[in-house]
């Protein structure tokens, strides 16, 4: 019999770890680091688990939710393999090493959750394996990954016990994202544990978008202003990158557009590296001679002192740079500099939570703290909630009804309650759990 008992990630949309435990073995689909107010319910320490028992672990992608607790894991005992795509082994390396640098250099004690030996583990024990090959990870015990389009090598992971089969969906991306192809549908199972971050959101605002977001770029560049786009470094960034480049190119500009992030060459590097991932528009670009996230006039900075020239400088620049809520990260500098000078626009992506200083400023406030100083808010604020990597409750209503084989149960995850209620009232099939943490599922 194999059981499915959830350590995170039931109702909560940070710290995703499922284990199916089958008599061959046991296996983790990702183990991923709480965050924000799930870091308030969960430690990151108490895995319920002993990780000797672990027989084996497979990630569905690089975010730090999903993977960043794989080297606690190795620091508690864990012998065993970790199976993944390239592109999610090549952007955890990134996003790992940049955490254990961060617990290493600033933080206390009781926040130095593991260290760069055990992300050296992980990289040590990783076995890559592609789309649609069917891979043995215990004896016994297969897994197939399918294209998730939620980020460069994300993936919906399929496991294979005798003649069961437990679907597990990882994070599945918004329809036509820039870069990535669209999630693969129509794999089934005889179970389903499906992701429900936005089951309360039926549709993601339409993808004409784009021609409002590029008339902000536009106008703010022609009266001499700044647009500060804050933003996640892995992923989102480099879509939005996809975006300017297309207004760039398509209107001719010679504006600067900086990068500021040391960590975003690292990904660019791996976005080169990984480009036969890329979706038939961006492999187009590239067929003519136009890489689609390279062009004339962009610039990475890396240095602190590259990024305070680029504050510095009195010309209009287009600026994307880490931290998404504006809660860290340098884009933190660029407000401080320019979010008093009515010629800037702040363009704020994806979903701000209640609390950080995006928050604030997508609510108006006419003055916000930044570190210990009060400035006044003359900048114009936009939000483009939709620059979402989550499929909206149509897309995964449609992608649950598109299955080859309607699941006997299907766990929704990642999401709260009341975003697992609208999501089974659109669904079909109503053989719905709104999986609890730790309990145990018998799945026959
Ligand atoms: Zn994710």
Known sequence: MIRYINYGGADGITGA?????????????????????????????????????????????????????????????????????????????????????????????????????????????????????????????????????????????????????????????????????????????????IESTYGSLAEHESNDFFDKFQDIVLNTLKRGGKCLIPSATVGKMQEILYLINDIFEQNDLSYKVYIDSPMSTKIIDIYEKCKDLYDEDALQKLSEGDDPLDFTNLCYLTTKEESIEAQESQDPYVVLSGGGMCEGGRIVYHLRKHVSDPKTSIILVGNQVQGTLGWRLFKGNKEVKIFRDKFEVKAEIYNFPSLSGHGDRNTIVDYVHSMNKSPKKIFLVHGDRKSQMDMREHLINKNVEYTKFLKRYELR
Do not use: W
């Open 17 to 193: 770890c499922h284990m199916i435990s089958t008599e061959y073995g046991n296996i983790l689909l990702d183990c991923g680091l709480f965050q924000g107010k799930d870091m308030k319910i969960h430690s990151n320490l108490d895995l319920y688990f002993d990780p000797h028992e672990i027989d084996a672990v497979v990630l569905s992608h690089a975010h730090i939710d999903h993977c960043g607790r794989v080297p606690i894991l190795y620091e508690m005992g864990y012998k065993g393999k970790v199976y993944g795509t390239k592109a999610t082994k090549l952007l955890s390396e990134v996003v790992l090493e940049e955490s254990s640098r961060i617990f290493e250099e600033f933080s206390g004690e009781t926040y130095k959750l593991f260290n760069s030996e055990n992300v050296q583990m992980f990289l040590d024990n990783y076995v890559e394996i592609n789309y649609m090959e069917k891979t043995e990870i215990i004896d016994n015990v297969f897994v197939e990954l399918f294209d998730a389009g939620h980020l460069l090598g994300s993936a919906s992971i399929l496991v294979i016990v005798d003649d069961k089969t437990v679907f597990y969906s990882g994070d599945i991306g918004k329809l036509n994202t820039p870069i990535l192809k669209d999630p693969q549908k129509g794999v089934g199972a005889d179970y389903a544990i």
